[in-house]
C-alpha cells in the first residue's frame, strides 16, 4: 500500500474554473445581462408583438393558406379552444417522460458513480457507454412496441433508454473530477470512503450531475414525443400525427407550442436547481 | 498523553523513505529523513523546490504511508490519519460549496461529533472573521480563506499543527500579517507547528529550529535553532544576526549550484544552474 500514494499535487486551476462544464452551461441564462428596468421589459414585449403582429401581418396580406401555416391568432385561438382536449395527452406525455426519466437517471447515477470507482471496468464498458450515447434511442420504438405493445410500456422504456446514457456520462465526467488535495483534507479527519464519497466526490460532481439530467430530460422528452408518433392513440406526439393527417393545422402548432413550453420549462426547472445548489461554480 | 517527558519529541521522523510509483519509473522522494520536532516548538522545513517538503509533512501526517521508517507522535508510531495531528494545507482547501461555517464544522460531521461553538467563534474571533461565517470560499481573499482553513485545522483543538506552504500563494504584506497571525496564535496556545515553507524569511521569523531539506531524494541537510526573542519585531528581524543567518540557510540551499567547484567545470556548472 506504501507506493499506491500519489505524488501531492495541487493544481492551480480552481475546481471552480469549470471549463469541462461547456457542453450544457447551466449559467447560459445567468451569464446575459439580467433584465432590470421596466424599460428593458417593455422593449422586449414591444419586439415580441412586432415579430408575431408581422408574422400575422404577412400572413394574411400574401393569404397563405391556413393549412401550410396558419397565422399565430389562429394558433392562440386553437391552444385556447382546444386545450381541454390536449391537457389529457399532455399528462400522458409527462407520465412517460418522468417515469421513464426517473427510471434513466437513477440507473445512469448508479452506474456513473460505481464505474468512476474502477477504472478498469470503466475502461471496459466505454464503448458500449458511447453507442448507448450516440444510437437514436427512437429506432428501437418500434422493436419496443412489437414485444409490449401501444401503452406507456416500451415509451417509457425508450425515454429511460434516452435519458440514461446522457445522465451518466455526464455524471461520470463529474465523478472523474478528483481534487487529492479535498479528498486528503476528508481523510485527514479519518473519512471513510463512503464519507469521501458523500462529502467530497458528490458535491464535486453535483454541477456536471445537473447538466446530464438537463441533458437527459430534453432527450427523453424528444424520445417520448418520437415514440408517441410511432404508434400508440394517446400523448402529445401522437395529437401532432392525429392534427396533421387532419390538416388541423392551428391544433398542430398549439401542440407544438406545448411542446416548447415543455422543454423550456425543463431548462428552466434544472437551471434554478442548480442556481441554488451548485452556484459556487458559477 | 506523555507530552511532558523532555526526552522524547512531540513528533519524531525517523529515517523516513518514500518511493513513489509513477508511470515513469520509481521516484525516491525521501531517504533515510530524520528530524524531531519537540513539543511546543515551532520547526520550519525549507529546501529546493521538488525536495519533498510535501511529501515529508503528509508522511508525518499520517496522509502517506512512508514505503520504510516511521513517524512517532509521542514516542507511539502511527500509521494513518491522526486526531491529534492538524493540517493546514496550500492555497486553504476550503470546499467551495460550503459557506464557511458548514467548512468548519466539516470535521466534525466527519468525525461525528458536536461542534464547540464557543471555541470557534473564539477563533473566528481571534483570525478576525466575524461576522463571514454565511460567505462561499470564493467571496473571500486569499489570505481570509487560509485564515479560515487555520480556524478549521485549529477547531479540533490538535497538539501538532502541521502547516503545508500555507502562504506561498499570498502576496507579500498578507504573508507578513498572516505570519505574525501564526505567531500570535501559538504565543497563545503552544501548539506543536511543523512549517513547510520556501521563505527563508518566513522560516526564520517563525521557527525555533529551521530544517534544511537536501535536493531530491529529501533528507534534512542542516538543523538551525533560531535564538531571536518572540514577539519577533520588524526591528528584530532587521538585525544582522537574522541577516546572516538568512544566507547562511540561501547558502546551504542554493549555494553548491551557484558556487562553481573548479574552474575546469565552470561550463557545465552554469548549465546547471538553471536545470
Known amino acids: 500500500m506504501s507506493g499506491g500514494d500519489a505524488i501531492p499535487e495541487f493544481s492551480k486551476t480552481k475546481a471552480g474554473d469549470g471549463h469541462d462544464v461547456s457542453l450544457t452551461n447551466l449559467s447560459a441564462f445567468a451569464s446575459g ?64 417522460l418522468v417515469a421513464g426519466f426517473a427510471i434513466g437517471a437513477i ?62 456520462i455526464n455524471a461520470a465526467t463529474g465523478f472523474r473530477r478528483v481534487d487529492s488535495a479535498k479528498i486528503a483534507l476528508a481523510r485527514s479527519y479519518g473519512a471513510s470512503t463512503l464519507q469521501i464519497f458523500w462529502k467530497i466526490r458528490a458535491p464535486m460532481a453535483l454541477p456536471m450531475i445537473l447538466v446530464g439530467l438537463m441533458i437527459g430530460a430534453i432527450f ?16 402529445l406526439g401522437n395529437r401532432l400525427t ?33 442556481k441554488r445548489w451548485a452556484s459556487w461554480e458559477a | 498523553m506523555n507530552a511532558g517527558n523532555a526526552t522524547t519529541p512531540k513528533l519524531g521522523v525517523q529515517a523516513a523513505t518514500k518511493i513513489y510509483h509513477t508511470a515513469s519509473g520509481d521516484l525516491l522522494a525521501l531517504d533515510r529523513c530524520s528530524l524531531d520536532v519537540p513539543a511546543n516548538e515551532i520547526v520550519s522545513i525549507v529546501g ?11 508522511s508525518m501526517s499520517g496522509l502517506h504511508r512512508l514505503t520504510s521508517g516511521a513517524i512517532l507522535l509521542d514516542g507511539r508510531e502511527i500509521t494513518g490519519p491522526h486526531p491529534d495531528i492538524g493540517i493546514v494545507f496550500q492555497e486553504a482547501n476550503l470546499l467551495p460549496w460550503r459557506n464557511l461555517d458548514a467548512n468548519i464544522r466539516f470535521p466534525f460531521e466527519i468525525k461525528g461529533e458536536k461542534p464547540d461553538r464557543a471555541w470557534i467563534a473564539h477563533l473566528l474571533h481571534r483570525v478576525g472573521l466575524d461576522g463571514f461565517g454565511g460567505k462561499f470560499p470564493r467571496e473571500l481573499s486569499g489570505g481570509m480563506q487560509q485564515r479560515a482553513a487555520i480556524v478549521r485545522a485549529l477547531s479540533l483543538k490538535p497538539s501538532v499543527l502541521l502547516m503545508d506552504e500555507p502562504f506561498g500563494s499570498l502576496d507579500s504584506f498578507t504573508r ?64 544582522k544576526e537574522v541577516f546572516d543567518l538568512t544566507n547562511t540557510i540561501k547558502m546551504d540551499i542554493v549555494g553548491d549550484r551557484v558556487r562553481p567547484k573548479t574552474p575546469d567545470h565552470h561550463a557545465a556548472e552554469i548549465v546547471r544552474i538553471r536545470p
Open chain 1, 33 to 96: 445581462p439580467g433584465i432590470k428596468s421596466g424599460t428593458e421589459v417593455a422593449a422586449i414585449a414591444a419586439v415580441a408583438v412586432v415579430i408575431i403582429g408581422g408574422i400575422e401581418l404577412a400572413l394574411r396580406l400574401f393569404h397563405v393558406p391556413p393549412y401550410i401555416m396558419p397565422p399565430p391568432s389562429a394558433i392562440a385561438y386553437a391552444l385556447f379552444d382546444e386545450f381541454p382536449l390536449i391537457a389529457p395527452h399532455l399528462g400522458y406525455t409527462l407520465v412517460e
Open chain 2, 48 to 58: 529546493p523546490s521538488g525536495c519533498g517538503k510535501t511529501t515529508l509533512l503528509w
Open chain 1, 242 to 274: 392525429t392534427y396533421s393527417s387532419m390538416i388541423q393545422m392551428p391544433q398542430f402548432f398549439a401542440v407544438v407550442l406545448v411542446l416548447s413550453a415543455l422543454g423550456i420549462l425543463i431548462y428552466v426547472l434544472f437551471f434554478l436547481i442548480g
Open chain 1, 107 to 168: 440507473i445512469g447515477l448508479v452506474m456513473a458513480a460505481v464505474i468512476t470507482q474502477f477504472p478498469f471496468a470503466e475502461k471496459i464498458v466505454a464503448p458500449y457507454i458511447l453507442l448507448l450515447v450516440t444510437t437514436p434511442m427512437l429506432a428501437l420504438v418500434p422493436l419496443l412496441i412489437l414485444r409490449f405493445g401501444f401503452g406507456y410500456t416500451p415509451r417509457i422504456i425508450a425515454v429511460a433508454l434516452a435519458a440514461g446514457p446522457m445522465v451518466m
Open chain 2, 176 to 239: 507578513e500579517e498572516m505570519n505574525r497571525l501564526v505567531e500570535e496564535i501559538w504565543l497563545d496556545t503552544k501548539t506543536t507547528i511543523v512549517f513547510i515553507t520556501h521563505s527563508i524569511e518566513e522560516a526564520i521569523f517563525l521557527s525555533d529550529r529551521v530544517a534544511v531539506l537536501s535536493a531530491r531524494p529529501g533528507r534534512v541537510a542542516k538543523e538551525y535553532r533560531v535564538p531571536f526573542p518572540r514577539p519577533r519585531s520588524l526591528e528584530i528581524m532587521a538585525t
Open chain 1, 220 to 235: 427523453g422528452l424528444l424520445t417520448a414525443v418520437g415514440a408517441e408518433m410511432v404508434g400508440g392513440g394517446f400523448g
